[in-house]
C-alpha cells in the first residue's frame, strides 16, 4: 500500500472516527429505525459524536499546548493521558445516552467502549497496542453481535466493516505504527469485548 493512501485511510478511519461512523452505519442498515425517530437518532449521533470526537480531539489539542506533549505519541506511554481523558469521554456519552430508557442497547456499546479504553490503558504502559484496530473490531463485534440478536440481514454492512479494518490494519503496517501483532492484538481486543456485552447483555 503507498504511504500516502495509508495516511489517508488512518485519518478517515481514525479511532474517534469509528465511533461515529460505526452508530451511522448501524443506523443506515436498518438496526432500530422502526423505533426511533429521526430526531432521536439525530440526538444519539450529536452525542457520540461528542463524547467520542469532539472531546477527546479537544483534549489532544490542549495536550498539545504542552511542548513535551508529543502529538503523534510515538511512545505508547504518550497515549495515557488522552486514553484517560476518552474513558472520561466515553462514560458521559454513556450517562446522556442512559435517557433513551425504552432502547438500553446505545448505552451498552458505550459502557463497553469505556473498558476497551480502560484495557488499552492499562496494557499502553508496557506495549503500543493498535487503538486505531481496536476501534474497528470494536465496531465489527457491535454489528455482527446485533445481526445475530436481531437477526437482521447485514452482511453487506459487516463485508464492508471487515474490509474496512483489513484496510486500515495493512495502513498500519505500511506507517509501521504497529507490527502485525499489535495490530491482531488490537482487532482482537475491540472485538471480544463488545460482542459479549452487545450478544448477551
Known sequence: MPEKLAKIISAIFHPVLLPTLGFLLMFTTG???????????????????????????????????????????????????????????YYVGFILLSRIHFIPMFKLIMIASVLVIVALLLISFKWNISIHMAAAGAVTATLFALSFRTGLDTVSAIVAVVIVSGLVGTARLTLNKNNLLQVAAGYFLGFIILYPVIYFL
Request: charged share 10%; proline share 5%.
Open 31 to 89: 438496526f432500530y429505525n422502526s423505533t426511533l425517530t429521526t430526531e432521536a437518532r439525530q440526538f444519539i449521533l450529536l452525542v457520540v459524536f461528542f463524547s467520542t470526537a469532539a472531546l477527546p480531539m479537544l483534549a489532544i489539542a490542549i495536550l498539545a499546548l504542552n511542548a513535551k506533549f508529543d502529538f503523534l505519541m510515538p511512545d505508547s506511554r504518550n497515549r495515557i493521558i488522552p486514553l484517560l481523558f476518552a474513558s472520561v469521554f
